[in-house]
């Protein structure tokens, strides 16, 4: 459930910290004072558009800051599209596949701000993360509805959504999704095998050529470094022998050399201490000194005796050396890329040599493929079709509590042509229409369509074709309760949907909030005191003017002050008013 939610900056909020109750949150106040901006907000820090005009006057930089509680968080992140996760994740698998801090006391916190400029960032546990990474998550901890929303209801593949979340076939509908990616991949395979016969010969001549160039190299990864060090050793050996012969004529050679004048050194000394024991150490320090120079000079003749000047070996390495770089030119920034490249060349080329019984492969995995499709796809159409008329009795018996006494609501089904045809790929008519199970989409092999009647003796239609705002609102609201059970997703927002609704029917929406709010949090936005009185907690939406500033305050109402503004959102403060605003407390 959503605990906490903090705006700074945000229109005419300052900084407003919102507290939210479990069970159903009721949010009022006069038109105009604001309360969408608790929407907005929502919208915000769960990954949706920031609009910079919506910064406060004045101000640099707006946030919002959410805090969840995810205890008994049962839904799944579904994965963001780079990750190539084909099925959602638990929230702490997700948090920790992007790089994100675990949850601390079941307490997950979202932040998001942006700026006049343009700027934004956003944080999940502190983490700074993507918009992407943000608006996954937010999937799964809210679902929001507006009276913009209910549009949404028009659209077959959101009903079927709906459909296939009221029958638990989610996972149904996954599996079938994972197969046409499957096949997808096969056919993918199967085009680059298919060209013309001359693109087919020269894919062959580059791929042989690539192919035998990299290997004629014998590459080993990181050989570059080597044959350059070596190279430039060799480019100027004569140099480095005649710095290694002067520093060794200098130590030992010439008449002054280092190890003749330490010599001299240490006769002095050793003078020295039979005149006074306590020069000893300077002894000791100067045959150390002395061991360190013929050290020095061993190692210097080491180093003269390995120093090669020799113009074919500097050839060899030289040519060597360009081939490396003319092939990290052509295949790879390192020689590991090379080799790499290398590599995938000879397998392409081998499954071109192969090209006919590659095909032959692909074909039977395709058929395979194209029969468990088929298979699949039926089973969960004849799965949706025994779920169709449990949802339309408990969807109509829902309406009927909304006013609609004598209305219809009936899901329509048609099923794919191709889903139904194929079954092989053996004859050309066959292979025609599989052209058609590429392009199938994941969600199955056929079509679903909300219908509804809402007067007696009038045939069910598209509900896109015969629904007012009202109407909608009512079906949303009736889809929702019978849902309620099934849906993962804990925070529910219902912003005004209650518009074009009122008496009998106002109190039946309020009964049905509250039938939600028994198994997910609420948090709804009404005009409606029928609404907002079976809430669980109440708060009122009031603009203030401060230092001459207008400001959004939003607060919790105790019992007195609820009887206040529902008798004001029943017309006035009179005495009959207040009595029915008590009557529907109570």
């Known amino acids: 459930m959503l605990t906490t939610l903090r705006i700074k900056n945000l229109a005419l909020v300052s900084d407003l910290t919102l507290e939210l109750q479990p069970g159903c949150n009721a949010i009022t106040g006069e038109t105009g004072e604001c309360k969408s901006i608790i929407i907005g907000a929502l919208n915000l820090v769960l990954g949706g558009r920031a609009d910079r005009s919506l910064i406060r006057a004045g101000e640099e930089i707006c946030s919002v800051e959410a805090v969840f509680d995810v205890k008994n968080l049962r839904c799944s992140v579904r994965p963001v599209a780079e990750t190539g996760r084909a099925t959602g994740a638990t929230l702490p698998q997700f948090l920790e596949e992007n790089g994100l801090e675990p949850c601390e006391d079941d307490q997950l916190v979202v932040k998001r701000t942006f700026t006049g400029a343009g700027t934004n960032r956003q944080f999940v546990n502190g983490s700074a993360t993507t918009l992407a990474t943000l608006a996954a998550i937010g999937e799964c901890l809210v679902d929001m509805h507006?009276?913009?929303?209910?549009?949404?209801?028009?659209?077959?593949?959101?009903?079927?959504?709906?459909?296939?979340?009221?029958?638990?076939?989610?996972?149904?509908?996954?599996?079938?999704?994972?197969?046409?990616?499957?096949?997808?991949?096969?056919?993918?395979?199967?085009?680059?095998?298919?060209?013309?016969?001359?693109?087919?010969?020269?894919?062959?001549?580059?791929?042989?050529?690539?192919?035998?160039?990299?290997?004629?190299?014998?590459?080993?990864?990181?050989?570059?470094?080597?044959?350059?060090?070596?190279?430039?050793?060799?480019?100027?050996?004569?140099?480095?022998?005649q710095l290694s012969q002067a520093a060794i004529d200098a130590l030992s050679e010439s008449e002054n050399s280092l190890l003749t004048q330490s010599g001299v050194i240490g006769r002095l000394l050793a003078e020295l201490q039979r005149v006074d024991a306590a020069a000893a150490p300077l002894v000791a320090l100067h045959a150390q000194s002395g061991e360190v120079l013929r050290d020095l000079?061993?190692?210097?003749?080491?180093?003269?005796?390995?120093?090669?000047v020799d113009p074919a070996r500097l050839a060899e390495l030289e040519e060597r050396l360009n081939l490396l770089h003319s092939l990290k030119r052509k295949y790879g920034a390192t020689l590991a890329e090379v080799i790499a490249f290398g590599d995938d060349a000879k397998q392409k080329l081998s499954a071109l040599e192969s090209r006919?019984?590659?095909?032959?492969?692909?074909?039977?995995a395709l058929e395979k493929m194209d029969a468990e499709i088929v298979s699949a796809g039926r089973k969960?159409?004849?799965?949706?079709?025994?779920?169709?008329?449990?949802?339309?009795?408990?969807?109509?018996?829902?309406?009927?509590?909304?006013?609609?006494?004598?209305?219809?609501?009936?899901?329509?089904i048609k099923f794919d042509l191709v889903g139904n045809e194929v079954t092989s790929i053996k004859s050309k008519e066959n292979q025609s229409l599989l052209k058609s199970v590429h392009t199938l989409k994941q969600t199955g092999l056929d079509e679903i369509e909300f219908q509804f009647?809402?007067?007696?003796?009038?045939?069910?239609?598209?509900?896109?074709?015969?629904?007012?705002?009202?109407?909608?609102?009512?079906?949303?609201?009736?889809?929702?309760?019978?849902?309620?059970?099934?849906?993962?997703i804990p925070v529910l927002v219902f912003d005004e949907v209650d518009a074009n609704v009122g008496g009998e029917t106002a109190n039946a929406v309020g009964e049905k909030m509250r039938q939600i709010a028994a198994r997910r949090q609420?948090?709804?936005?009404?005009?409606?005191?029928?609404?907002?009185?079976?809430?669980?907690?109440?708060?009122?939406?009031?603009?203030?003017?401060?230092?001459?500033?207008?400001?959004?305050?939003?607060?919790?109402?105790?019992?007195?002050?609820?009887?206040?503004?529902?008798?004001r959102m029943l017309g006035g403060q009179s005495d009959a008013a207040r009595k029915h605003a008590e009557a529907l407390l109570r």
Do not use: W
């Open 146 to 241: 507006g009276p913009q929303d209910h549009q949404s209801l028009l659209h077959p593949a959101k009903q079927l959504l709906i459909l296939d979340a009221f029958g638990g076939l989610e996972k149904t509908r996954e599996a079938f999704g994972e197969l046409i990616r499957r096949r997808a991949g096969l056919a993918d395979e199967k085009s680059a095998l298919i060209v013309d016969e001359n693109t087919y010969a020269r894919q062959l001549d580059l791929l042989r050529f690539q192919a035998q160039e990299i290997y004629a190299a014998r590459l080993q990864p990181g050989e570059d470094l080597a044959v350059e060090a070596e190279f430039e050793r060799s480019r100027n050996g004569a140099r480095l022998l």
């Open 297 to 308: 000079q061993a190692e210097l003749s080491r180093y003269a005796d390995r120093v090669d």
């Open 356 to 364: 006919d019984a590659e095909l032959a492969r692909i074909n039977a």
């Open 380 to 412: 969960l159409t004849a799965a949706r079709t025994k779920l169709i008329p449990l949802l339309a009795r408990a969807v109509s018996r829902q309406l009927e509590d909304l006013g609609f006494k004598q209305s219809k609501f009936d899901v329509g």
């Open 453 to 488: 009647a809402p007067n007696p003796g009038e045939p069910a239609r598209p509900l896109r074709a015969i629904a007012s705002s009202g109407e909608m609102a009512r079906v949303m609201l009736a889809l929702k309760t019978v849902l309620a059970a099934e849906d993962d």
């Open 522 to 567: 609420v948090l709804c936005i009404t005009h409606l005191p029928q609404v907002a009185a079976p809430a669980d907690a109440h708060y009122v939406v009031t603009k203030q003017v401060r230092q001459g500033r207008t400001l959004s305050e939003i607060t919790l109402l105790d019992k007195k002050a609820r009887v206040t503004e529902l008798t």
